[in-house]
């Protein structure tokens, strides 16, 4: 067995699993089992960026979280609540209770920048922007980043201080984002008359499909040949540079791609767990992320996924008491600096050693390797 | 306009003091060091232990903590960071687990909370120290008034700072630390034992984040997550100031204290550090060698 | 004639040092160069200004008659010259194979490649037999020896179909037995491709070319066939040492 046919043959009975999986949990569990797959992608989004890339975006959360509560605002705009308050259209709760007395009725003008959520009307509006934002944020961040040559160190401290930049404006802007409190009271994600309940399991498969989508999308992009390219790249981007390539559009490319997916998750997430926050832009919630590919492994499509999955479900299944938590949390550590230290390509890249090896020795030439018999052949002589 | 530059300068020694242990781990020996936090706040821990249990008077903490979070520091180097020289985003990532664990050995006690022993003082909630009566009092200067705790917190800071600085420029053993922090090898061909220096080195930088400790937990309150956004805060000091440059930690600090403070002044807490990010961000871009960049590094 | 390189009085100064003083160098279609030089006679200045990495304060550099002078890297390396760099610097991660994919990078946009497969060329199989490495295609570059990899950084240059390639010490760092085998490489290439290699090992030397162009303090010193350089009195107390190769 080749690391390509386990690939294959896990990719597969993953998907299996995954289809059969409502006909044996309740309710609850496939709900949560839901969540954990949109980190799923966002594990697939941190192994483009980082794995292949060797961009270590540690605010990752940011992408999330603006895919989240782009969603989000089309989705609270929508939910029965918005329109009790008497008003013709409607308007957050939240807004109601912050609004200055005396202020319009209106959403263009009840609290300062409240006229931002009125496209977000529109329910494909949201989606579009939980996908679009994210790109533009990362494109703009991406382009001036790479092409001013900051290096890996310098692009993980700016990634970090542009998510918690970024989580200070929300929760400072209380009259457009409810602050702390983040959205909540949201509608049911609706398409064309179908509605997602969080509940139910086609909300479960819509999640599945993404994550299939994009484990598919992300595997093609890294074996073309700009994911060969990228590689190149991150292994040494000056020879890149030499070779004629610009190296800057490689990586803001796939910047962007990883941050489209992150948004991507960030709105499944909402569409099942029903709410957007701050904690998304959260430090802890980044850093995790790094912790699930570099277990998983980072240069594994599939692995960072899986490890984004596996850690989330053992995290959730510690958080039944308080002891067992800690404890976790404690493995946890322990086990990220075990593979910072001895696995650079995590689990999946360890279990891909063991199949290569097992495949049998390589007949590998260690002495000076014979040129071709005398005749050479005609192409190498001139004319 | 006095008290705008005081509480500027308060907000710029406190930062310093964090950052300063940073900047010489990570000037002088390539090593990112993201459990600094955790040292500020063991050092804080350190000081509600060594008050509520031995009676030490707040003052002497200092040296206790120091000498606490140094032989932390100490046993870091020597188990894990020793293995990620010339691996800086590893450091990064490894310092981090580090930290994880920390916090929770603090929230469980160290353990004991497992088999049921809470001990007070410890454990996931929220500690106190109380400070002595004569750092309390305010003063009042030319019709200004003066914060002691604040101005002793300044006071310390400067003093630190002479202390590194007399380390490193005036004894033979930091002669032997710049000199493995500006070639390893060729140091080390010289006789130096540069894997001495660097335990020893990183045995400093936290030690003097235990001393931070400390004199933060006569600031705020103390929790077991108190360290994580100070790593962040004194990272972002020392890449502005600039790679293996003290000054330049020492001119970031300043500038981005006396930025937090203004802001603060004039908006709220949260926008201050916004804006602190944003500038930083816009720093590093623009001069992502820092304000006073060393060569060579 | 058919000069496919043409230096004429190119000077490059460093603040106010004269790396390279009014040189002048023709190299003919076809033909291996060698340039030889103490350390610091500016050889590898040279290299640099031909490949545009350093500039020229004056004079020319002409390549197939095109003036290619002072323009940048990258154009100069898509007109057709070619350069291997002293300190091999390849992509450790990647297998051989990958490594050559990467280095025909006739098509370097992002979005183009996106939709491209990686492919094998007729060009990369031929390139792997010349440098011995088709048994290794496979194996990560990272894996392969000192000798190994500065083939195989050859082959990427050659991958590209350079007309000139510009070799700075070839075998530096190699065994005898591994010169001498990049000594049959080389010759296998001449005719094809105009060769410009700077080296210090006078046996290599010897095997592979029949113009010697010696370079000492910028300048060029002599230039001949190689026996007459070797028995040129000059070249010797300059370079070779006066009590060298047995001269009075």
New interface residues.
């Given amino acids: 067995m080749t690391p390509r046919v386990a690939t294959v043959v896990g990719s597969v009975l993953l998907i299996a699993l995954a289809l059969v999986l409502p006909a044996l949990v309740g309710a609850l569990w496939l709900n949560r089992v839901a969540q954990f797959m949109t980190y799923g992608i966002l594990g697939v989004a941190m192994a483009i960026a980082w794995g292949y890339a060797g961009i ?1 975006n540690l605010g990752q959360g940011l992408y999330f979280g603006i895919g989240a509560y782009m969603l989000a605002m089309s989705l609270k705009l929508a939910a029965p609540g918005s329109l009790e308050g008497g008003t013709p259209m409607p308007i957050p709760d939240f807004m109601l209770w912050n609004a200055a007395p005396g202020a319009p009725q209106d959403l263009c003008c009840i609290t300062p920048g409240s006229f931002l959520w009125i496209p977000f009307q529109r329910e494909w509006f949201g989606v579009l922007m939980g996908l679009v934002v994210p790109a533009v944020v990362a494109l703009g961040i991406g382009y ?2 790479f092409r ?1 040559r ?5 692009v ?3 990634t ?3 998510a ?2 970024a989580r ?2 929300l ?2 802007a209380q009259p457009v984002t409810n602050g702390f409190n983040g959205l909540t009271s949201l509608s049911f994600f609706t398409v064309g008359g179908i509605e997602f309940n969080p509940y139910q399991p086609r909300t479960y498969y819509l999640v599945v499909l993404v994550l299939a989508l994009s484990l598919v999308l992300a595997q093609w992009l890294v074996s073309s040949r700009a994911g060969l390219i990228l590689q190149a790249i991150r292994d040494d981007e000056n020879r890149t540079r030499y070779l004629g390539y610009n190296v800057a559009s490689y990586q803001v490319f796939f910047f962007v791609v990883s941050a489209v997916l992150a948004g991507a998750a960030g709105m499944l997430y909402v569409v099942t767990a029903q709410f957007a926050s701050p904690t998304f832009l959260d ?2 919630f980044s ?1 995790s992320m ?2 699930w590919a ?1 277990v998983g492994g980072r240069n594994s499509v599939i692995g960072a996924a899986l490890g984004a999955i596996g850690l989330s479900v053992l995290s959730s299944a510690a958080s039944e008491t308080p ?1 067992l938590l ?2 976790w ?2 493995l ?3 086990i ?2 075990v593979a ?2 001895f696995l650079p390509r995590g689990l999946a890249g360890a279990f891909n050693d063991l199949l290569r090896r097992r495949a049998g020795p390589d007949a590998r030439e260690d002495v000076v390797p014979a040129l071709p018999a005398s005749g050479a052949r005609p192409t190498m002589t001139g004319p | 306009m006095a008290e705008i530059i005081f509480i500027g300068l308060s907000l710029a020694s406190i930062l310093l003091l964090v950052a300063l242990g940073l900047a010489i781990t990570y000037g002088a020996m390539g090593v ?1 060091n993201m459990a600094h936090g955790e040292l500020v706040m063991l050092g804080a821990y350190t000081a509600v232990l060594a008050i509520r249990y031995l009676h030490v008077p707040f003052v002497l903490c200092m040296p206790l903590a120091f000498l606490v979070s140094g032989a932390i520091g100490y046993a870091t180097e020597r188990l ?1 960071v020793r ?2 020289y010339g691996r ?3 450091t ?3 310092t ?6 920390l ?3 603090v ?2 006690d160290f353990g004991l ?2 088999l049921g022993i809470n001990i007070p003082g410890l454990g996931p909630g929220l500690q106190y120290v109380p400070i002595p009566a004569y750092l309390t009092q305010p003063v009042m200067i030319g019709g200004f008034h003066f914060q002691i705790y604040r101005s002793f917190i300044i006071l310390v800071a400067l003093l630190l700072l002479l202390l590194t600085w007399w380390l490193i420029f005036r004894t033979s053993y930091g002669m032997q630390l710049r000199a493995v922090s500006a070639n390893r090898n060729m140091a080390a061909c010289c006789g130096i034992n540069d894997r001495r220096v660097n335990a020893w080195t990183f045995a400093y930088g936290s030690g003097l984040a235990g001393v931070a400790g400390v004199l933060l937990a006569g600031l705020q309150t103390v929790d077991p997550d108190m360290g ?2 100070l790593v ?1 805060d004194g ?2 000091v020392v ?1 502005v100031g600039g790679v293996g440059s003290i000054l330049g930690a020492i001119a970031s600090s300043a500038v981005l204290g006396e930025i937090n403070g203004l802001v603060a002044l004039w908006w ?1 807490d ?2 201050a ?2 804006a602190v ?2 500038l ?2 816009a720093i ?2 623009v001069r ?1 060698r820092g304000l006073f960049a060393l060569q060579g590094r | 004639m058919d000069s496919v390189l043409a230096v004429q009085g190119l000077t490059v100064e460093f603040s106010g040092f004269k790396a390279v003083d009014g040189l002048d160098l023709d190299v003919a279609k076809g033909e291996i160069r060698v340039v030889i030089g103490a350390n610091g006679a500016g050889k590898t200045t040279l290299m640099d200004a031909i490949s545009g990495k350093a500039p020229a304060s004056q004079g020319r550099i002409l390549f197939n008659s095109a003036d290619i002078t002072n323009w940048p890297e990258h154009r100069i390396a898509r007109a057709g010259v070619g350069r291997k760099f002293q300190i091999p610097s390849i992509f450790k991660n990647l297998s051989v194979r990958q490594n050559y994919r990467v280095a025909l990078s006739q098509e370097p946009g992002v979005l183009r490649n996106v939709f491209r497969r990686p492919r094998d060329t007729a060009r990369i199989a031929e390139v792997l037999d010349l440098v011995g490495l088709a048994g290794s295609a496979d194996e990560p570059a990272g894996n392969l020896s000192h000798g190994q990899t500065q083939w195989m950084e050859l082959g990427m240059v050659l991958v590209q179909d350079p007309a000139l390639i510009l070799l700075d010490e070839p075998t530096a760092g190699m065994t005898v037995a591994e010169t001498s085998r990049t000594a049959d490489i080389i010759n296998r290439l001449h005719g094809r491709h105009t060769l410009l290699v700077v080296e210090h090992d006078m046996a290599f030397v010897r095997s592979i070319c029949r113009t010697i162009t010696v370079m000492h303090m910028g300048r060029k010193l002599a230039e001949g066939p190689v026996e007459e350089i070797e028995h040129d009195p000059a070249v010797r107390e300059a370079y070779l040492g006066s009590g060298g190769i047995g001269h009075a």
């Fill in positions: 270590l001036t980043m001013a900051v290096s890996g160190v310098y993980a401290i700016i970090l201080a542009l918690l930049l200070l404006v929760i400072n430090v802890a850093l790094v912790v570099a002891a800690n404890a949390q404690l946890l550590g322990a990220f600096i910072v230290l | 990112i894990l293995h990620l800086l985003i590893d990064l990532l490894a981090w687990g580090l930290s994880y664990i916090i929770q050995l929230r469980v909370a497992f994580t956004h962040i990272f972002l890449v709220n949260t926008v550090r916004a990010f944003a930083v961000i590093i871009i992502p």
